[in-house]
């Protein structure tokens, strides 16, 4: 009896954090919506929503319904994607290679993606066989695969890995910049470089089609590894001892990261702090285990750049700030909180 009481109270705990979970982030994704150069009352967003969505005919005007669902409904939901695919990859990462400080972007996978996205936009690599999110991936799966070898030559170590990424990144980093000096003109330069400070000014509803889609596919599986992330917390040789598969997992789990982060760069540019900050606020929130991180980070991820999104269209009236600016802003001071409160522990 005490055992269904206890799976009755756990089902209820887990009805609850789901409910919860699910209503912060319908709050945040409204905010988004309402929130911006011209704000608009909820009431008319939830009236345009519905005359789009089931042709409800309530009276909004024209321009505010435009607004409303051609711009900012994407702009959100892309947002609110890109937060979550990066908080997850960031989360794996750190299991992967059992380094707090990994993440997509100082492992160098950002980097690889910009170069990649910047080959094929430019230089018109891959002759439109492939297009920016293709080129994205493969300098992404690139660049890891480069940092992974030259981390392995240097020992195989997580810090090894680390300085790896570094290495890496700004190898990709140097890529990009010197693609664009020798083949962009200066509106183009002007642009990409605006782009990889984090644009979502071009986000429209066939960019959603792409960022939602990959993740939710990202999410699914990282949920389908649990018992092996846990495990990997622990080493390669315990995760082994368990009955992981030790190799196909991290191939499958280092795809899924690659997707993921070359998908959301291809679309808003690289966006550094959210895979590295938002997975240690998670696990300060929801503890360790897998079960609940990752949803947790996915979750706080997705809030925190739907919150990022707005800041750069209020911070400076008339002007939109890059949004890698703000998570910049935010980051940098989270990650210095991680360096102390991790110096406090030893």
Known sequence: MSGSLSLAEQTLGLLRRLSLGAGLLMIALIAGISLGETPLPARTVFAALANHLWQAGWPVDAIDQGIIWSYRVPRT???????????????????????????????????????????????????GAIGISGGAFLGAALAFTLVALLARAAGGGPAQMVLAGIAGSQLFNALTSFFIAKSANAEQARGIMFWLMGNLSGVRWPDVTLAVPVAVAG?????????????FTFGTGTAASLGVAVRRVQLTLIAAVTLMTACMVSLVGAIGFVGLVIPHAARFLAGPRHARLLPASALIGAVFMI?????????IPGQVVPIGVVTALVGAPGFALILIRGRGQR
Do not use: F, K
């Open 219 to 231: 999410l699914i599986a990282c949920l389908w590894h649990i018992r092996a992330l846990d495990a």
């Open 307 to 315: 919150a990022a999104d707005v800041a750069s269209r209020l911070l």
């Open 77 to 127: 939901l892309v947002a609110a994607s890109c937060g979550a695919a990066l908080a997850l990859s960031g989360v794996v990462l750190q299991s992967l290679v059992r380094n707090s400080l990994a993440d997509p972007y100082l492992l160098g996978v950002s980097a690889g993606a910009s170069a990649g996205a910047v080959a094929v936009t430019i230089l018109g690599l891959g002759a």
